[in-house]
């Protein structure tokens, strides 16, 4: 499958932070953002396999769900684009006029755009549902909504082998799971992996990732756990104590966190250091799976 121009392995940066100095922890940046400006992080690990995949399917089409302000849709957009893929994008309400910037690049890109009303979404893995759309578009490869399966977790666990530092900790944001499952399924032993969960309630999160490490690898590893308590109001939204440490975070260090999981994920960290959370000398490796497309709902 040729590829274009990707920033792999990408680079890993060592974050100078007085605060986790004086708590004698490390903490290196895992910059997965900068791997492409489309792809970037996890967004091309979950999909690498899955266009692998469609492509020796011989599909022309990808087919996927999202919401009105999905980075996933935009990825899957933009990688149907460079690859040569049809791309429907099936997003989760009603239409509106004029688009979003996040459904404006999808379109801008070659995407299709179609909508199901929430109830019906809901059901959008049942098989009315999957043959309606395979009536209306033909045949297509299913990208599932958020890009975590299998497949997705092969390409995630890649990550941890890039990391030529010695860690004891790799942590990320949680929002469909693949990318923790993936991440602790590359894990050396006494190596652990945290999520941190976008998502208001985000216990079920535990259940997702045990069920992709099973159809990835037939078993659930040990090594990794999801902090709920970090969410902020639940997906696609922040408090101020959230804005004012992105903004605060870019200051010291020039890197602006995408506030849906990024931001969510590293103000954890910084709470679990201040709280005693980590022993002295522990290395932790925060993964920055992408920029900051989003603009938060209020």
């Known amino acids: 499958m040729p590829a274009?121009?990707?920033?792999?392995?990408?680079?890993?940066e060592v974050l100078d932070d007085e605060r986790l100095d004086a708590a004698g922890v490390r903490v290196l940046l895992k910059r997965d953002d900068l791997i492409h400006p489309d792809l970037p992080g996890n967004k091309w690990r979950k999909l690498k396999y899955n266009l692998e995949a469609a492509q020796a399917a011989g599909a022309a089409r990808l087919l996927t769900f999202g919401g009105a302000y999905s980075?996933?849709?935009?990825?899957?957009?933009?990688?149907?684009?460079?690859?040569?893929?049809?791309t429907i994008g099936v997003i989760r309400g009603e239409a509106h006029d004029p688009l979003n910037p996040s459904l404006r690049f999808a379109v801008d890109h070659g995407m299709r755009l179609t909508y199901l009303d929430r109830q019906t979404y809901r059901r959008k893995t049942d098989p009315d549902v999957s043959d309606r759309l395979a009536a209306e578009f033909g045949d297509f490869y299913?990208?599932?909504?958020?890009?975590?399966?299998?497949?997705?977790?092969?390409?995630?666990?890649?990550?941890?082998?890039?990391?030529?530092?010695?860690?004891?900790?790799?942590?990320?944001?949680?929002?469909?799971?693949?990318?923790?499952?993936?991440?602790?399924?590359?894990?050396?032993?006494?190596?652990?992996?945290?999520?941190?969960?976008?998502?208001?309630?985000?216990?079920?999160?535990?259940?997702?990732?045990?069920a992709l490490q099973r159809a990835a690898l037939g078993e659930v590893t040990e090594n990794w756990e999801i902090e709920t308590g970090y969410h902020f109001g639940g997906y696609g939204r922040a408090k101020p104590e959230l804005t004012e440490f992105v903004d605060d975070f870019q200051a010291r260090h020039g890197v602006r966190l995408d506030r849906v999981y990024v931001a969510k994920m590293m103000y954890g960290v910084y709470d679990l250091v201040a709280r005693g959370r980590f022993p002295t000398g522990t290395r932790i490796v925060a993964v920055i799976t992408g920029p900051d497309f989003v603009s938060l709902t209020r």
């Not at 469909?176 to 309630?201: C, E, H, N, V, W």
Request: glycine share 18%; proline share 4%.
């Open 4 to 12: 274009p121009a990707l920033l792999l392995p990408s680079p890993v």
């Open 142 to 210: 299913l990208v599932p909504e958020g890009g975590s399966n299998a497949l997705a977790v092969r390409g995630c666990a890649e990550l941890v082998g890039e990391i030529d530092e010695d860690f004891d900790v790799v942590c990320c944001g949680v929002g469909t799971g693949g990318t923790l499952a993936g991440l602790a399924a590359g894990l050396a032993t006494g190596q652990r992996a945290i999520g941190f969960s976008s998502l208001k309630g985000g216990s079920f999160l535990s259940d997702d990732v045990a």
């Open 71 to 86: 980075n996933h849709i935009r990825a899957v957009a933009a990688a149907g684009a460079l690859f040569g893929f049809e």
